[in-house]
C-alpha cells in the first residue's frame, strides 16, 4: 500500500515504501549502540561520584585514609596509575 501526500502547492510526493530488512537491522544495531554508549556513561558517572565521596572522607578521616592507602597498594599495580595517586599512596 502507498501513502500519498500532497504538497502545499498540490503536487503530489512520491509513494513512500516500508523500510528493508537491512535497514531494520541497521536501526536495531544503532539504537543498540545508543544504549551501550549510555550505559557506558551512566557507568563512568557513577565511578566518578564515589571516587569524589571516598576522596572527600580521606580527607576528613585518617583511619579511613589509611584503609584507602593500604587498598590503593595492594590492588594498582600499573605505574602509570600509581603516577596518577603518588598523594594518595604516600603515608602521612
Known sequence: MYIEAATSSGSRMPPQTLPTEDQLAARRQLDEARRALRARKGETRRKIIVGAVVLAQASRDPAF????????????????????????????
Open 65 to 92: 585514609r589509611a584503609t584507602l592507602q593500604l587498598l590503593l597498594q595492594q590492588h594498582v599495580t600499573r605505574s602509570i596509575d600509581r603516577e596518577l595517586l603518588t598523594d594518595l599512596l604516600a603515608v602521612k
